[in-house]
Every structure is written in structure tokens, then in C-alpha cells.
């Protein structure tokens, strides 16, 4: 059971350039977010979706869209990418459409992305 | 607006002292959730427990326990007897109004030293 698996690892990108950032769990979770975490910042919201089809933002969602064709995939896209947007990201899923019903998040481990 | 608020930035502790870590929080749901993350330098995000807004019993497992006091808005995690393997940044978060997220407080990074 591989739980949430993110791709890539490391990346590191040129000002403008586009990337995406993949995110799959094979938990049958319905609920799926993005989070961004900076140092002394904690981890911030940046999208989540409850089901296939249905997404919301969330505290910083600017420069960033997502979609869920499937309930596995989460896709997080930098349409162009800003030295701002060096951070870790982390995807997470859970169980259910609502936290409060479903308890922890599952996190994967991480993608480490550089904007020079 | 929720918020949470962890006010130790760094602790730094020897072995085998005890050691809490706050967390306060803020919000006018009556019912919420509250949770502690655990991150060790190795980066992945460990869940530690999760407690509801109506259960105020504190909790024992092993070396941590955790004292929720909605009076005071808190949920503070001790460890006792700490390790060097205990040394990592420490989340506490609260859910949101909506349900639909995890609000992190800024961590508070333990280093415990031999």
C-alpha cells in the first residue's frame, strides 16, 4: 500500500517556466489537498478537493491551479513559476469530504521546489 | 478567524529532561478539531492525535500526553523522559470552520541533545 506518493522529489526551476507537480493516493480518499510549507510559516493551504470534479482554493492559491479527473490524482500546476513560489510542497488525503468525519491527514513526502 | 498560535519557536533540551510544547488557539466553532504533527529532519509528516472540541479527557500514550483546556484555548503536548529521537518540528493545527482544511500553527522545532 503505497498511501500518497508525490513526484516529483526535488525540482528546480527558471522564472516562467511551467511545471506539475503529481500527487496519487491509492487509499480511495475522497478529500485531497495541497500545502506549501516555508520556513516559519507552517504549511498553508493552497488547494484541496472533496471528490472527482470538485475543487476550492485555499489561503494561497495564486499561481497555482489544480484539477481531479480521478479520485487517485491530484495535480497541482505552476503555470509560471516565481522565485516566490520556492517552497516545500506537500500533498495530503483523507478519508471522506470533511475533516472533522474522517481524522488525520495523510501526507506524502514532500516535493522541494527551487525558482531561480 | 481561526487561528493557532505556537509562541516556542526553539526548545532546546537534554536528554531525559521533560519538555511541553504550546499551543493556543482560536475560533468560535463549538465544534473542532485539534491536531499535533510531528516532522522529523528527515521531512515527512507524522500525525500524532487528533482530539474533538467536546473531549477534554487528556491522553497518555507512552512518553507523550497531551492537556486540552478549552477555558484557556490550549492543547499543549509534554513529553517526558525526552530522546534525541524526539528532536523535530512540532505542528499543532486546528480544522476549519468549514471542515475542508487543516490550519497549521508555525511549529515549534525541539532539539534534544545528548
Known amino acids: 500500500n503505497a498511501g500518497v506518493t508525490q513526484t516529483p522529489k526535488f525540482q528546480v526551476l527558471k522564472t516562467g517556466q511551467s511545471m506539475t507537480l503529481q500527487c496519487a493516493q491509492d487509499m480511495n480518499h475522497e478529500y485531497m489537498s495541497w500545502y506549501r510549507q516555508d520556513p516559519g510559516m507552517g504549511l498553508r493551504l493552497i488547494h484541496y478537493s472533496v471528490g472527482a470534479g470538485i475543487t476550492d482554493q485555499g489561503e494561497v492559491p495564486n499561481g497555482y491551479n489544480v484539477s481531479r479527473s480521478t479520485t487517485e490524482d491530484f495535480p497541482l500546476r505552476l503555470l509560471s513559476a516565481a522565485p516566490s513560489q520556492t517552497s516545500v510542497y506537500f500533498c495530503?488525503?483523507?478519508?471522506?469530504?470533511?475533516?472533522?468525519?474522517?481524522?488525520?491527514?495523510?501526507f506524502g513526502e514532500g516535493s522541494r521546489l527551487t525558482v531561480l | 478567524a481561526q487561528k493557532v498560535t505556537q509562541a516556542q519557536t526553539e526548545i532546546s533540551v537534554v536528554e531525559k529532561e521533560d519538555v511541553t510544547l504550546d499551543c493556543v488557539y482560536e475560533t468560535r466553532d463549538t465544534t473542532y478539531y485539534l491536531f499535533w504533527y510531528k516532522q522529523p529532519p528527515s521531512g515527512e509528516l507524522v500525525f500524532l492525535i487528533r482530539?474533538?472540541?467536546?473531549?477534554?479527557q487528556n491522553e497518555i500514550s507512552g512518553r507523550y500526553s497531551w492537556n486540552f483546556q478549552k477555558s484557556t484555548s490550549s492543547f499543549n503536548f509534554t513529553i517526558t523522559a525526552s530522546q534525541v529521537v524526539d528532536s523535530a518540528v512540532y505542528f499543532c493545527?486546528?480544522?476549519?470552520?468549514?471542515?475542508?482544511?487543516?490550519?497549521f500553527g508555525k511549529g515549534t522545532t525541539l532539539s534534544v541533545s545528548s
Open positions: 495530503a488525503s483523507s478519508y471522506g469530504q470533511a475533516l472533522p468525519n474522517t481524522g488525520e491527514l495523510f
Open positions: 493545527a486546528l480544522t476549519n470552520q468549514a471542515g475542508t482544511a487543516l490550519i
Open positions: 482530539r474533538n472540541s467536546f473531549d477534554e
